[in-house]
């Protein structure tokens, strides 16, 4: 069954430095999005991807946030400066163009910002 | 914007019980409501979903009731087994911006006793 998958699985950065997480979303999807899971919270929403354009994007998702769809199977997510808080489990998802509405999740990336 | 309250935040059950797990939503343009399972350390995976013109929906041992007017939707598990024990998190969606954004519960931990 194809998945979603997403690299490095852990990542550890100082705080200020940029990182980036990389995303394969399943390869006839057309929606993709990112979210994150705080230690111990609930899954929250940052951004929705469509058409190589954001759609939608929540109040976590600030200027030091990017997305970008570089070519046709990568979905990145930037964070140029990163803060302590910014430390949590980043899940990318998409879904295909007859069930949007159903979301494929990958394995996450753990960042833990130092 | 949408808020989803999730109860119970924990739930032990013998094998063999039933569990159930409630949800209230506030925004009524929702019309998405999945539910997903995350084992510790794995990626959420969807077991079940329910669209908002649908009262209920079975599969196998996995049911989903929405209530509209209440704003509310349940999970309940029957005949529960050890391998059930994990993370449930429902969610309301919307696709008011052309994609569908999630807004998850805080997540039930469900332990299924031997």
């Known amino acids: 069954e194809p998945e979603v998958t997403q690299t490095p699985s852990h990542q550890v950065t100082q705080m200020g430095q940029e990182v980036i997480l990389r995303c394969v979303p399943i390869s006839n999807h057309l929606y993709f999005y990112w979210y994150r899971q705080i230690l111990g919270q609930k899954v929250e929403f940052l951004v929705s991807f469509y058409n190589n354009e954001i759609s939608e994007k929540s109040e976590i998702f600030d200027d030091q946030f990017s997305v970008e769809r570089p070519d046709g199977s990568n979905f990145t997510l930037k964070i140029r400066s990163t803060k302590l808080e910014d430390s949590a489990m980043y899940f990318c998802?998409?879904?295909?163009?007859?069930?949007?509405?159903?979301?494929?999740f990958g394995s996450g990336t753990q960042l833990s910002v130092l | 914007g949408e808020n989803v309250e999730q109860h119970p935040s924990t739930l032990s059950v013998q094998e063999g019980d039933s569990a159930v797990i409630k949800c209230t939503y506030s925004d009524s343009a929702s019309n998405y409501f999945p539910w997903y399972k995350q084992e510790l350390g794995k990626r959420p995976q969807l077991i079940i979903d329910i669209r908002s013109n649908v009262g209920e929906k079975k599969d196998q041992r996995i049911a989903v009731t929405l209530n509209k007017t209440a704003k509310h939707f349940s999970l309940h598990i029957t005949e529960t087994q050890p391998e059930d024990s994990a993370v449930y998190f429902c969610a309301a969606s919307d696709n008011k911006s052309g994609t569908y954004k999630y807004i998850f519960g805080t997540g039930t931990r469900l332990k299924v006793l031997a």
């Open positions: 998802a998409s879904s295909d163009g007859t069930a949007a509405e159903k979301l494929f």
